[in-house]
């Protein structure tokens, strides 16, 4: 069974500055998605950006990028420039590409990080 | 555009009571899907529903049961609430290879 871990309960940054979330996962599969997820106190879940597994190149969305490490099975996200509206608690999240069967659609999630932005 | 609409946004019941989560969206999506979120826990899948009339157990199905009524509607049913339900619920639905959209959740809290 696909696992994700996120062994940052909680991170901080100051407003303007960088900060990274780690993520690994462990799968026997090749081809498969990432997510990251952001949920503010509204509790609404957002998507942040994605990873195509076949893709070498990292994804990108505005101040939000990734370091996606196929073999490491690591996917960190990082938030550059942070904002005070980038406080939220961060899941990270996989799904097995080409769904069919049991698997169909399943995401596997992350216990998530929560992101404190000081001002 | 509405999305993915979860009623009711929050619930308390005494143990032993039953209800019924109503969750409801309006993108034509083919799956639906019901997660519940615990601290430290993440989002866990309790029931998934690939297509209209097709139900599935996700990972933790125990203790609930889902409905899916037409394309459009996913329920899900606490027949006898426990204090271990306490949890927010989140629905979501999507099409495949897509991201999944999410309600707003439920919070609910048994007694």
């Known amino acids: 069974a696909q696992t994700v871990t996120q062994s940052q309960p909680e991170m901080s940054v100051q407003e303007a500055e960088t900060v990274t979330l780690s993520c690994t996962y462990d799968?026997?599969?090749?081809?498969?998605?990432l997510f990251w997820y952001k949920q503010p106190p509204s509790r609404q879940m957002i998507l942040v950006i994605r990873?195509?597994?076949?893709?070498?190149q990292n994804a990108t969305e505005n101040r939000f990028s990734v370091n996606f490490q196929k073999a490491a099975k690591s996917f960190s996200l990082k938030i550059s420039d942070s904002q005070l509206g980038d406080a939220a608690m961060y899941f990270c999240a996989y799904k097995r590409a080409g769904a069919g069967g049991t698997s169909y659609g399943k995401l596997t999630f992350g216990q998530g990080t929560i992101l404190t932005v000081h001002p | 555009n509405a999305g993915v609409t979860q009623t009711p946004k929050f619930q308390v019941l005494k143990t032993g009571q039953s209800m019924t989560l109503q969750c409801a969206q309006d993108?034509?999506?083919?799956?639906m899907y019901w997660y519940r979120q615990d601290p430290g826990m993440g989002l866990r899948l309790i029931y998934y529903s690939a297509s209209e009339g097709t139900t599935d157990k996700g990972e933790v199905p125990n203790g609930y049961n889902v409905s899916r009524l037409n394309k459009r509607e996913f329920s899900l049913r606490l027949e006898s609430a426990a204090p271990s339900q306490t949890s927010v619920y989140f629905c979501?639905?999507?099409?495949?290879?897509?991201?999944?959209?999410f309600g707003n959740g439920t919070r609910l809290t048994v007694t």
């Open positions: 990873q195509e597994a076949y893709k070498q």
């Open positions: 979501a639905s999507r099409e495949p290879n897509s991201p999944l959209h």
């Open positions: 799968t026997s599969e090749s081809d498969y998605y």
């Open positions: 993108m034509n999506h083919n799956s």
